[in-house]
């Protein structure tokens, strides 16, 4: 098993910017993709962004695209996601996730690992 643990959440004004951080543990492998998803109440989960292994290939979603970047520490067994320009919008809880395979995928089922996920909240 892999466990993921996120931190880093809060509360922030518009234009602020948040770093969440994901800790992996546990049965680990090479070539694991990580993503980040979020999820506002009411909504379906929503592909943030994802890294693959060695950090070589990134995807974002369309709504945090030039404003989100996402980094990995395969050392450490870190992942990050450095949010900017944050907007109201952005409001959710975010999940850091991994994939056993090389491959990214947007689609929230196609992750085999989740986190408890972490709050963050953009007020206007």
């Known amino acids: 098993q892999v466990q993921l643990v996120e931190s880093g959440g809060g509360l922030v004004q518009a234009g602020a910017s948040l770093r969440l951080s994901c800790v992996v543990s546990?049965?680990?492998?090479?070539?694991?993709?990580m993503g980040w998803f979020r999820q506002a109440p009411g909504k379906e989960r929503e592909f943030v962004a994802a890294?693959?292994?060695?950090?070589?290939?990134?995807n974002f979603g369309d709504s945090v695209r030039g404003r989100f970047t996402i980094s990995r520490n395969n050392a450490q067994n870190t992942g990050s996601l450095q949010m900017n320009s944050l907007k109201p919008e952005d409001t959710a809880v975010y999940y850091c996730a991994a994939r056993r395979t090389a491959l990214i995928s947007t689609t929230p089922a196609r992750y085999d690992y989740w986190g408890q996920g972490t709050q963050v909240t953009v007020s206007s």
């Open positions: 546990g049965r680990t492998s090479s070539g694991m993709v």
């Open positions: 890294v693959t292994w060695n950090g070589g290939i990134t």
